[in-house]
DNA sequence: TTGGAGTCAATAAT
DNA sequence: ATTATTGACTCCAA
């Protein structure tokens, strides 16, 4: 079947060591030990490069094909996502199922951002790693087993009274609400955000943390329509699955197209001047910034080892990556104006 | 401080 | 049982 191509990975097992199944820096709130400033995870592969360097010097990853390639994997062999996040990419399943399901452009992730596609990327690379994964599954399993065996008596949980912080749950109408707000001030002012809270009954942070996400999650869906498209036509690959972006926002789970009615007893003015440019530019950036701005083209040559260890399999069509590229363009050039529009005063483009 | 990027982690939905 | 969603946090930069 597939290809991976190998490197000589010598053997082994030994990362772990014995008994210890996860070998990450324990997010227990209750962690003495705080180091490893440097190297945090062991880079399961290679030299002994830390994946901060790797990422540092590593090329451009597919981001997309790279999710798409390990949820093939996790499914084909009855992996789950929770386990392969802990284990390989150190990062919880709610962070790991988002990743997997949303991954943005290679070129819109910081540093920090691309480590867990670099995991991935070594991940594949070598097939001896679904064993491995698999194995750790039946040790789970296996202990998990003996504990019900064992204690049969559970432990009476501690009524561990109300030492949770209720978590806040929206409720359709004022979700309906703040982005209704949002599409006429995206960035509203403490002011404004003040009388939102007052009127929607709700904490003034969580009026501000849900403007902070809801912008950064429309923003990733911008980044993965653009991906998403581009997308020829492989011959190669049954499954050509594009998901479905720009249709219900996912952003908010409420779904609210672009239908602008009076729903409640409307308040404020309204004045219909939603259009947005939000809606859809089919068309292609054309001539966009001849001089590109682009990032390091480097014809980077450093290590072979790196090399053979990023370069994938399937040959990548040329086509494809200049018009993400374009595309990626456009999007930052429109990012700026946005900002610029703003700068100085938050001035009330409303019409 | 404000805003963005990454995540966490509770809880919804399958 | 898993996976998806999403309000809140932590870090960082300007």
């Known amino acids: 079947m ?11 097992e030994g990362c772990g060591g014995g008994g210890g199944l996860s070998q990450f820096p324990p997010r227990e709130p209750s962690e003495p030990s705080e180091s490893q400033p440097g190297t945090p995870l062991p880079v399961p592969g290679h030299s002994g490069l830390s994946i901060q360097e790797m990422v540092a010097m590593s090329p451009e990853l597919d981001t997309y094909v790279i999710t798409k390639k390990v949820k093939e994997v996790l499914t084909d062999n009855n992996l789950g996502q929770r386990l392969f996040g802990e284990t390989i990419l150190g990062l919880t399943q709610g962070s790991v ?44 399993k296996k202990a998990y087993m003996k504990r019900r ?8 949980t501690p009524p561990q009274q109300h030492l949770k912080k209720a978590r806040v749950v929206l409720a359709p109408e004022e979700k309906e609400a703040l982005k209704r707000a949002y599409q006429q001030k995206p960035y509203p002012s403490p002011k404004t955000i003040e009388e939102l809270a007052s009127q929607l009954n709700l904490k003034t942070s969580t009026v501000i943390n849900w403007f902070h996400n809801y912008r950064s999650r429309i923003r990733r869906e911008l980044f993965i329509e653009e991906i998403q498209r581009g997308e020829g036509g492989e011959g190669v690959s049954p499954s050509t699955r594009a ?35 939000g809606s859809d530019h089919r068309d292609e950036g054309t001539t966009l910034a001849t001089g590109s701005t682009a990032a390091g083209t480097s014809g980077h040559h450093k ?16 086509s494809s990556v200049l018009r993400k590229k374009k595309a990626a363009n456009l999007n930052n050039i429109i990012h700026r104006l946005e900002k610029a529009a703003s700068k100085d005063e938050p001035h009330e483009w409303e019409f």
């Open 2 to 12: 597939e290809s991976v191509k190998s490197l000589g990975e010598q053997g082994g």
């Open 97 to 140: 199922s988002d990743l997997l399901a949303r991954p943005k452009p290679w070129h819109k992730l910081s540093l920090k951002g691309r480590e867990p596609f670099v995991r991935m990327q070594l991940w594949l690379q070598d097939p001896r790693n679904v064993e491995k994964l698999m194995d750790m599954k039946r040790m789970e």
């Open 149 to 156: 065996h064992s204690s049969v008596s559970e432990s009476q």
């Open 243 to 277: 998901g479905k972006a720009s249709e219900g926002d996912s952003c908010d789970g409420t779904e609210s197209d672009g239908t602008v009615e009076g729903t409640r007893p409307g308040h404020e003015h309204h004045q219909a001047s939603e259009g947005e440019w």
């Open 303 to 318: 290590g072979g080892a790196l090399d053979s260890l990023f370069s994938f399999p399937e040959s990548s069509h040329v």
